[in-house]
């Protein structure tokens, strides 16, 4: 009964690599989000999206894809991986209604880039 | 823009004393939210409290409290009677909402709290 599950949970891959991490919410949520958390515990939104729309791009490289299949899925492609990548990302999602504060989070994919 | 400033990089409380974690915020929004999440050693990332710029009394949940001093422009969170289990990160959140029910969370740079037995 997870509410928010990602995987894979570890992902260690070589410099110039593509990988994927993949998240699902079962809350019936409309909104999902990519955080990245760096080395140093700073968490910072990547992007959002509402019902398969996106709403929110930060200041990302071009090389991290976002791709939501449906409302319960948005999914994460990144290409080229660099060495600064290395981070822990995470996917949350919220429910459309204002009177709804929480953001659940996932449990993070850590992506270890070598 | 704004911004989350948490000033204490790390705290240590001795077992069963209250322990106050500082956050600072700046926004020019009207309408925010104000969030506490814990992170403990395993990674995960767990809602605490909320309160919301409009809410006229403190918000709590349980041992946590939530200081919301709007003039100050300050939300720190109170937990009282600390115990072993409250050993994580913490981190102070603001939410606006745009459009479509996004919030974009903007989180500060975390507290490490350490519960000495």
């Known amino acids: 009964d997870t509410a928010v599950s990602q995987t894979p949970k570890y992902l260690v891959t070589q410099m110039g690599n593509d990988k994927s991490i993949k998240c699902e919410q079962n809350?019936?949520?409309?909104?999902m989000y990519w955080y990245k958390q760096d080395s140093k515990k700073f968490l910072k939104i990547m992007f959002s999206?509402?019902?398969?729309?996106?709403?929110i791009n930060e200041t990302v490289p071009n090389r991290f894809s976002p791709k939501s299949p449906d409302k319960a899925h948005l999914n994460l492609h990144i290409n080229s991986l660099e060495l600064g990548d290395s981070a822990v990302y995470f996917c949350?999602?919220?429910?459309?209604?204002?009177?709804?504060?929480?953001?659940?989070f996932g449990p993070g994919t850590r992506l270890t880039v070598l | 823009a704004q911004k989350i400033t948490q000033t204490q990089p790390g705290m240590f409380v001795q077992e069963k004393e209250a322990v106050t974690l500082d956050c600072t915020y700046d926004?020019?929004?009207?309408?925010?939210?104000l969030f506490w999440y814990k992170q403990p050693s395993s990674g995960e990332m767990i809602f605490l409290i909320y309160?919301?710029?409009?809410?006229?009394q403190n918000a709590t949940e349980g041992r946590y409290s939530l200081n919301f001093q709007k003039a100050r422009k300050s939300a720190n969170l109170v937990i009282s009677a600390s115990q072993l289990g409250d050993s994580a990160m913490y981190f102070c959140?603001?939410?606006?909402?745009?459009?479509?029910?996004?919030?974009?969370?903007?989180f500060g740079q975390g507290t490490r709290l350490t519960i000495n037995p």
């Open positions: 949350a999602s919220s429910p459309r209604d204002y009177r709804s504060i929480e953001q659940f």
């Open positions: 809350l019936g949520h409309d909104t």
């Open positions: 999206y509402n019902n398969k729309e996106l709403i």
């Open positions: 926004t020019s929004d009207p309408s925010y939210g």
């Open positions: 309160q919301g710029s409009y809410d006229q």
């Open positions: 959140a603001m939410s606006t909402l745009l459009i479509q029910g996004a919030q974009k969370l903007v």
